[in-house]
Every structure is written in structure tokens, then in C-alpha cells.
């Protein structure tokens, strides 16, 4: 996954989702845009387990592997460009 988010500034991630949505119409990275454009509990979690534990290896992975379906969904839509419906899970032939 590799959000790779050090650079944004702890306080705008953990700031009012006015301030956030500011910044992301200024970033031109989709994943820092998407980042900034959720709630501020999302971004927030971001930054407490991510930027502030740098030595711990894919935090960033399984930050996201521990999000919501709908998150990690918008995840998906917003920054893989992936619009497609999610594959139905296959029966078994027996």
C-alpha cells in the first residue's frame, strides 16, 4: 500500500476537517488528498499509529488492513481508481 504520509503535518491531520479539506484540495497526491478528506478520527488513528510509531515496519499496511470496510473501500475508489463492484464470493461445487 505505501501511503508513505510522513510529511503532512501532525496538526492538519489531527486539526478541524475544515482545515483538513483545505489542505487537501492543495495536495496533489491521491493518497494524501484522500487522507485529508477523512473524518478527523481516521486521520487522527492515522497519525497516532503511524506517524508517531516510524519505527514500526508497515505500519502504515496494517493501519489500513484495520480500518472499516467503507473506509478502506474509499480507499480502493478514490486513490487505486478501482470503480468496480466488489467480487461475490464463490460456491463451492460439492
Known amino acids: 500500500m ?3 504520509l510522513p510529511t503532512l503535518d501532525k496538526a492538519v491531520l489531527r486539526g478541524p476537517n475544515t482545515v483538513a479539506r483545505a489542505a487537501a484540495s492543495r ?17 487522527t488513528s492515522y497519525a497516532r499509529e503511524v506517524l508517531d510509531r516510524s519505527d514500526q515496519p508497515n505500519a502504515d499496511e496494517i493501519w489500513m488492513l484495520r480500518r472499516s ?11 487505486l481508481g478501482a470503480d468496480q463492484p466488489e467480487p461475490r464470493p464463490r460456491r463451492s461445487s460439492a
Open 2 to 4: 505505501g501511503l508513505g
Open 27 to 43: 495536495m496533489h497526491d491521491p493518497e494524501k488528498r484522500w487522507l485529508l478528506r477523512q473524518a478527523r478520527a481516521v486521520r
Open 69 to 79: 470496510k467503507p473506509v478502506r473501500e474509499s480507499y480502493i475508489r478514490e486513490v
